[in-house]
C-alpha cells in the first residue's frame, strides 16, 4: 500500500486575530474538514494586514505543501490588501475581473445600492484567476495555482471551503481511534513511549485534560492502515487494563499480604 | 515623542491544532494580553510535534521579534519533544534541571505518587534555562533568552503568562477606540481609506459583521498618540453623520422636490 500524502497550510490574514479583537474561527473548522478529506493541515500562520509579511508567508508556504487556504482581507477597505499582496507573491498585475464586476454590479442593481468604488474593490483579483464562489454575499473568492484565497468572516468562510472541498484530491484517508484514559501522563508515559516505538505505522497522541483537580488523558492513535490502528488501540487498552489491575492489588493486598 | 515598539510572535506546537481535535485558546489569550502591554503581537505559528518544524519556525521567529511565546509539548509523553526541540535550536544540551527535579520530587512525594521516568521528563530543559512557575501543577516551563516556552494546556498556560508579564519591558501602550457604524464597508470604504490617509499616525481597522442579513462594520482607531487617536476618531464620526443624512435626504425628499 502506498498511500497519497496530500498536505496544506492555512495562512490567517488580519490584524484583528493578533490583537485580540478577533477570536479566530476559521482554523479549527477548515482542520475539521481537512482532516476528514485525508488532506494534512501541516502548518498554519497568522499575520498582519501588512503586505510584505503576506507575501513572504504566502511564498514559503505554496512552495512547501500540496494546497495553501488563505482567510480575510478581501473585502471592500483600505486595510483589505490580500488581492494585492497575493497578486504581488505570483508577479501577477492585481485587476478588477470582468466576471465579479458583473456579479457584483448585478446584486448591488437588485438590491437598488449604489455599486461604490470602494465595493469594486471586491472584485479585484491576480488576473486569471479562477472564482470561489460566495453564496452569502456574492464576492467571490479566488484560486490562483494551489492557493485558495477566502474571506474572513466565518459564515462566508465556510461556504468558500464547502464550494471548493469538492475539487481537491483527497489523501489516504488517516484513520483515527479516540482511547479514553483515566490517567494521567506521568503514570502512562513510558509504557505508551513503547508502545509507539512497538507500533512505528501509527502516531499516537496524548492529550491531557485537567478538570481543576486531576489530570486524566485522551490518547489518539492515527493511521492510514486500519489494521496497524486496531493492534496500536489494543495495546493502549491493555496498558489501561495493566494498571488498573496493578492500582487495584496495591489497594486490596490479598489474604497472603 | 518616540515611542518604543516591542513585539513578539506565538509558536503554537501540537498535532491537535492542527487535526482540529484540539480548538486553540492560548492565541486569543495572549494576543489580549500582550496588546493590554503595549506589546505588538506581529506573527503566529502553529506547528506539529516534529523536531524540525519546530526548530526552524522557532529560530525564524526569535531572530525576528523581541520576545517568542510558546505552547504545547512540555508533558511527559513521547510526542511532547519542545524541550529537546528548543534546546536544539539554541545549540544547548537539554538536561533534567536539578531544581525542576526537586519541585516535581517533593510534589510527587507529597501525593504518594511514584516519581516516574515519565514524570522525570518534564524537568528537561535547555541547560542554564530559567524556570516559569507553575502554579497549577508544578511542573516548570522555561525561558531561553527572548523565548518563553509554557504548557499547552490552558490553565497552565495561562497561570504562566501570568508569571512572566510582569518581567517583560512593555511598549508605549497602543491606544484605541472602537465605534460601531450600521453600514457596510460598501458603503464606507473609499471615505475611510481617505480618512486613513489623512491620518498615517492611525490604523484604522474595519471589521465587517453578518447578522445573517446585512454587514454592518465595527470600526477600530488604534493610535500611540492620544490627540492623533482622537482627530481620526472625530473624522469617522462625521462620516457616519454625514452618510446617515444623505441616506434621510434620499428617503425624505423635501418639498422643493
Do not use: W
Request: aromatic content about 6%; glycine content about 8%; hydrophobic content about 45%.
Amino acid at each position: 500500500m502506498s498511500a497519497k500524502i496530500v498536505t496544506a497550510a492555512m495562512l490567517a490574514i488580519g490584524d484583528e486575530l493578533l490583537s485580540g479583537r478577533t477570536k479566530d474561527k476559521n482554523i479549527g473548522h477548515l482542520a475539521d474538514l481537512l482532516t476528514l478529506s485525508g488532506i494534512d493541515l501541516k502548518e498554519v500562520r497568522i499575520v498582519a494586514d501588512e503586505e510584505d509579511a503576506i507575501v513572504e508567508a504566502l511564498n514559503a508556504l505554496r512552495a512547501r505543501y500540496t494546497y495553501v487556504f488563505t482567510s480575510g482581507g478581501i473585502g471592500p477597505t483600505h486595510d483589505d490588501i490580500t488581492a494585492d499582496a497575493i497578486s504581488k507573491a505570483f508577479g501577477l498585475p492585481c485587476v478588477h475581473d470582468a466576471e465579479a464586476m458583473r456579479l457584483l454590479g448585478e446584486m448591488y442593481a437588485r438590491r437598488n445600492m449604489e455599486f461604490t468604488e470602494a465595493r469594486q474593490r471586491m472584485a479585484r483579483m491576480p488576473q486569471g484567476a479562477r472564482h470561489i464562489a460566495n453564496p452569502v454575499s456574492t464576492a467571490p473568492g479566488f484560486i490562483v495555482e494551489n492557493v485558495y484565497v477566502m474571506a474572513g468572516v466565518p459564515q462566508v468562510f465556510q461556504a468558500m471551503v464547502d464550494n471548493v472541498l469538492p475539487e481537491l484530491q483527497s489523501g489516504a484517508k488517516m484513520l483515527s481511534r479516540a482511547l479514553p484514559c483515566p490517567y494521567g501522563e506521568g503514570d502512562i508515559g513510558t509504557l505508551l513511549g513503547a508502545i509507539q516505538k512497538a507500533h512505528p505505522e501509527t502516531s499516537i497522541g496524548s492529550y491531557p485534560k485537567y478538570d481543576g483537580q486531576r489530570f486524566s488523558t485522551e490518547l489518539v492513535v492515527r493511521a492510514r492502515d486500519q489494521a496497524a490502528l486496531d493492534a496500536a488501540a489494543e495495546a493502549i487498552l491493555a496498558m489501561i487494563r495493566d494498571i488498573e489491575a496493578a492500582k487495584a492489588a496495591a489497594s486490596n493486598p490479598g489474604p497472603e499480604a
